[in-house]
């Protein structure tokens, strides 16, 4: 358990804050990122998450309309599509997902009671807030009502009294799911929907109110005016807010045609290299989305899960002599002092850089980098000394167990073996590369006998063209197997890939490759994430004749990306607030 006060950022006082919950040892909360759920679970808060999905909204009626399709079974096949890319990207389910669709009750009823306050008025079945009647309005995102500019995401209506006021309740239009309410059938309004919702699972005063940075205004603006203008009690502690996914620091969207959708990525890089990569920048800063920051994340999961994979080969012996004896206690047992110094520092650094508004970047290219060097250090240790110490296998199993517990936080802990993890990875680089296992280990046949034949320069040209693909080839006394890799281009200096391309048992460190066979020049390493916006728009998936809509990455209506674009506008419709 961390023992340091957590800060986060709260956009509504615009500071960083010690972070306390209205009810010791509980918190509640509308659309977390999976980061700072997860972490709240570490620091032994009982999290009551909602992650809300609109369901009908203009895009998906429009979309049903023109296949032909129900609105909302259509948006029921995408709203489990994200959910399915969730579960890949190993994040952990809400304790509440409601839909628009199930809580008309709730959201006529908030309506009503805006109504009845003075804050809202109906026109032709239309309903709408009056911003002019919530002094208030503008303190979330700092804006002035003079400078809003009305008609942001629809034309002007001029039947409102204030060109700022938004909908509540739209009226039925030929050809759209409509619902019975006092002022004519009709459907929500989008903002009203999150409030009502969050108000019946969390009641009208909560701790953490999360999104995109996008959403600040108009989305959440409108949600912090029409909650208090339905209760007087209304109180959302804080409001945190993560940066856009960016693509040549352009922002992705739908419209411009700049976004991928979490499958496109998946079916060509590992989840939890799409994962460590979303966590390579702060998450109030933009990730700019490029193949090479991806690459560079595979190669950091890949060195991660070697060495993990490595220390469990070294010690299995180890172990199994320890189980025959009736086992011991490592905890008792003496570590090295470069082992105890090692994990102190990971211990101290992880809850200083996540209890400091979650720095997983400094967490995965600082300590943690730290002692996966420490942990491959002591294997070729191991692997040289004729007699070995107990301490020197006792402080290997406290190492692994460090960094297991700080994957297991940060989600990059996954259920499957450590060496079903780098045979998927191994398998995703072969289909980046455009070649088969076969293709690979033909290839190392050939060069091979090109060495033998004393033919260095064909030798070296077919490690540099496997090495531009992204596989790297090792020399391991008489042996040659090989690894994915950061893709390196031809005319660059034979050099280490990046600071993980230290290799432990199965992969020897870089440097003892024969004749030029190093695979090439450093790359920085990975960083940390961004939290996925807020709402899960059900179009996370679409169909084949569709383009993409897989749940955004990083989206402009709520969600914990799918299989929508990594970064969608809010023109394409998410979901979870």
């Given at each position: 358990?961390?023992?340091?006060?957590?800060?986060?950022?709260?956009?509504?006082?615009?500071?960083?804050?010690?972070?306390?919950?209205?009810?010791?040892?509980?918190?509640?909360?509308?659309?977390?990122?999976?980061?700072?759920?997860?972490?709240?679970?570490?620091?032994?808060?009982?999290?009551?998450?909602?992650?809300?999905?609109?369901?009908?909204?203009?895009?998906?009626?429009?979309?049903?309309?023109?296949?032909?399709?129900?609105p909302l079974k259509l948006s029921g096949r995408y709203c489990q599509e994200f959910l399915d890319d969730m579960n890949d990207l190993q994040c952990l389910p809400p304790t509440h997902q409601?839909?628009?669709?199930?809580?008309?009750?709730?959201?006529?009823?908030?309506?009503?009671?805006?109504?009845?306050?003075?804050?809202?008025?109906?026109?032709?079945?239309?309903?709408?807030?009056?911003?002019?009647?919530?002094?208030?309005?503008?303190?979330?995102?700092?804006?002035?009502?003079?400078?809003?500019?009305?008609?942001?995401?629809?034309?002007?209506?001029?039947?409102?009294?204030?060109?700022?006021?938004?909908?509540?309740?739209?009226?039925?239009?030929?050809?759209?799911?409509?619902?019975?309410?006092?002022?004519?059938?009709?459907?929500?309004?989008?903002?009203?929907?999150?409030?009502?919702?969050?108000?019946?699972?969390?009641?009208?005063?909560?701790?953490?109110?999360?999104?995109?940075?996008?959403?600040?205004?108009?989305?959440?603006?409108?949600?912090?005016?029409?909650?208090?203008?339905?209760?007087?009690?209304?109180?959302?502690?804080?409001?945190?807010?993560?940066?856009?996914?960016?693509?040549?620091?352009?922002?992705?969207?739908?419209?411009?045609?700049?976004?991928?959708?979490?499958?496109?990525?998946?079916?060509?890089?590992?989840?939890?290299?799409?994962?460590?990569?979303?966590?390579?920048?702060?998450?109030?800063?933009?990730?700019?989305?490029?193949?090479?920051?991806?690459?560079?994340?595979?190669?950091?999961?890949?060195?991660?899960?070697?060495?993990?994979?490595?220390?469990?080969?070294?010690?299995?012996?180890?172990?199994?002599?320890?189980?025959?004896?009736?086992?011991?206690?490592?905890?008792?047992?003496?570590?090295?002092?470069?082992?105890?110094?090692?994990?102190?520092?990971?211990?101290?650094?992880?809850?200083?850089?996540?209890?400091?508004?979650?720095?997983?970047?400094?967490?995965?290219?600082?300590?943690?980098?730290?002692?996966?060097?420490?942990?491959?250090?002591?294997?070729?240790?191991?692997?040289?000394?004729?007699?070995?110490?107990?301490?020197?296998?006792?402080?290997?199993?406290?190492?692994?167990?460090?960094?297991?517990?700080?994957?297991?936080?940060?989600?990059?802990?996954?259920?499957?073996?450590?060496?079903?993890?780098?045979?998927?990875?191994?398998?995703?680089?072969?289909?980046?590369?455009?070649?088969?296992?076969?293709?690979?280990?033909?290839?190392?046949?050939?060069?091979?006998?090109?060495?033998?034949?004393?033919?260095?320069?064909?030798?070296?040209?077919?490690?540099?063209?496997?090495?531009?693909?992204?596989?790297?080839?090792?020399?391991?006394?008489?042996?040659?197997?090989?690894?994915?890799?950061?893709?390196?281009?031809?005319?660059?200096?034979?050099?280490?890939?990046?600071?993980?391309?230290?290799?432990?048992?199965?992969?020897?460190?870089?440097?003892?490759?024969?004749?030029?066979?190093?695979?090439?020049?450093?790359?920085?390493?990975?960083?940390?994430?961004?939290?996925?916006?807020?709402?899960?728009?059900?179009?996370?998936?679409?169909?084949?004749?569709?383009?993409?809509?897989?749940?955004?990455?990083?989206?402009?209506?709520?969600?914990?990306?799918?299989?929508?674009?990594?970064?969608?506008?809010?023109?394409?419709?998410?979901?979870?607030?």
């Open positions: 358990m961390a023992n340091q006060e957590f800060q986060v950022y709260n956009t509504l006082t615009k500071q960083k804050e010690v972070f306390k919950s209205k009810e010791p040892g509980k918190v509640g909360s509308n659309y977390l990122s999976f980061l700072l759920f997860i972490y709240l679970q570490y620091l032994g808060y009982e999290v009551n998450y909602v992650r809300n999905f609109t369901d009908v909204d203009d895009k998906i009626i429009r979309r049903a309309n023109e296949l032909g399709d129900d409601p839909r628009v669709s199930d809580h008309m009750d709730e959201i006529r009823d908030m309506i009503s009671q805006i109504i009845q306050n003075g804050c809202a008025y109906s026109v032709e079945g239309d309903v709408y807030f009056a911003v002019d009647k919530f002094p208030a309005y503008g303190r979330l995102s700092g804006r002035k009502t003079e400078d809003n500019r009305a008609g942001e995401r629809i034309a002007v209506d001029s039947r409102k009294r204030n060109p700022a006021d938004f909908a509540l309740w739209k009226a039925a239009k030929p050809g759209e799911p409509s619902w019975d309410s006092p002022w004519g059938p009709g459907r929500p309004g989008w903002h009203i929907e999150c409030s009502a919702m969050s108000a019946r699972y969390l009641t009208s005063s909560f701790d953490i109110h999360g999104g995109g940075m996008d959403l600040i205004f108009p989305h959440h603006e409108n949600e912090y005016a029409q909650s208090c203008a339905a209760c007087s009690d209304s109180n959302i502690r804080y409001w945190m807010h993560n940066g856009f996914v960016t693509e040549n620091n352009e922002k992705m969207s739908k419209s411009l045609g700049n976004f991928f959708t979490i499958r496109d990525i998946t079916k060509r890089y590992h989840p939890l290299a799409l994962r460590y990569f979303l966590m390579s920048t702060h998450y109030r800063s933009p990730v700019n989305y490029s193949i090479s920051q991806l690459e560079i994340a595979s190669d950091s999961v890949f060195y991660t899960y070697q060495a993990l994979f490595d220390s469990e080969e070294a010690l299995s012996t180890f172990r199994e002599q320890q189980s025959a004896k009736g086992g011991t206690n490592a905890k008792a047992e003496r570590l090295t002092s470069e082992a105890q110094n090692c994990i102190k520092k990971l211990r101290t650094d992880f809850q200083m850089k996540m209890s400091d508004d979650l720095h997983t970047n400094d967490m995965l290219n600082g300590a943690l980098l730290e002692t996966l060097r420490l942990m491959n250090k002591s294997l070729e240790s191991l692997k040289k000394k004729k007699q070995q110490q107990p301490a020197q296998f006792h402080s290997l199993i406290a190492l692994e167990r460090e960094v297991r517990e700080v994957l297991n936080t940060l989600g990059l802990l996954s259920s499957s073996t450590y060496s079903e993890v780098l045979q998927q990875l191994k398998d995703r680089a072969l289909k980046r590369a455009g070649l088969t296992e076969e293709d690979v280990v033909s290839l190392i046949e050939e060069r091979v006998q090109a060495r033998k034949n004393k033919e260095y320069a064909k030798s070296d040209q077919i490690r540099l063209d496997l090495s531009a693909k992204g596989i790297a080839l090792m020399d391991l006394g008489n042996e040659t197997i090989w690894r994915p890799c950061v893709p390196v281009e031809q005319e660059q200096p034979v050099a280490l890939i990046s600071p993980h391309l230290e290799q432990s048992k199965l992969v020897p460190p870089v440097s003892k490759l024969v004749e030029q066979e190093q695979p090439a020049a450093p790359v920085s390493s990975l960083v940390e994430q961004v939290q996925p916006v807020e709402q899960v728009s059900a179009l996370t998936k679409q169909d084949q004749s569709l383009e993409p809509v897989s749940a955004p990455i990083k989206q402009e209506q709520p969600v914990e990306p799918v299989s929508a674009p990594i970064k969608q506008e809010e023109t394409v419709t998410p979901v979870s607030t």
